[in-house]
C-alpha cells in the first residue's frame, strides 16, 4: 500500500475542498479508509472513515453534516469532501488504511500517506 493525498489548498472560510487520496497497490478495495488532520501544535485527530464496500462511514463531530468521506475502488481512491469550511478545519491532513477495520483512532491504521496542507482564511 502507497497512499498518496492530494487536494489540499489555501480557501477562505464558507469555501469548498475535495481531498483525494490514491493507493498505488493493488489491494486497496482489501482496506477500510480513514482521514485524520493535524493542526499545528495540537494531535492528530480523527477526522472520517469508510469501510471497505462503502457501506458504512463515520465521522468526528465537528466535521458532521460539512464533510463527506467516499470511496472509488475501481480508482483505488478515497476522497474527503469539506464544504463550509471554517478555519478551525485548518492543518495537514492525512489518510490512512486499515486492513482490521474502518476505526476513529489513529493506531488502527496501518499504513499513511504524506498528508495535505489545508488552510481556511477568516
Known amino acids: 500500500v502507497q497512499l498518496q493525498a492530494s487536494g489540499g489548498g489555501l480557501v477562505q472560510a464558507g469555501d469548498s475542498l475535495r481531498l483525494a487520496c490514491t493507493d498505488s497497490g493493488r489491494t486497496f478495495s482489501d482496506y477500510h479508509m480513514g482521514w485524520f488532520r493535524q493542526a499545528p501544535g495540537n494531535e492528530r485527530e480523527f477526522v472520517a472513515t469508510?469501510?471497505?464496500?462503502?457501506?458504512?462511514?463515520g465521522y468526528a463531530d465537528s466535521v458532521k453534516g460539512r464533510f463527506t468521506i467516499s470511496r472509488e475502488n475501481v480508482k483505488n481512491t478515497v476522497y474527503l469532501q469539506m464544504n463550509s469550511l471554517k478555519p478551525e478545519d485548518t492543518g495537514v491532513y492525512y489518510c490512512?488504511?486499515?486492513?482490521?477495520?474502518?476505526?476513529?483512532?489513529?493506531?488502527?491504521?496501518?499504513?499513511w500517506g504524506q498528508g495535505t496542507q489545508v488552510t481556511v482564511s477568516s
Open positions: 490512512a488504511a486499515s486492513l482490521s477495520g474502518s476505526y476513529d483512532y489513529s493506531e488502527g491504521y496501518d499504513y
Open positions: 469508510i469501510t471497505t464496500s462503502g457501506g458504512y462511514t
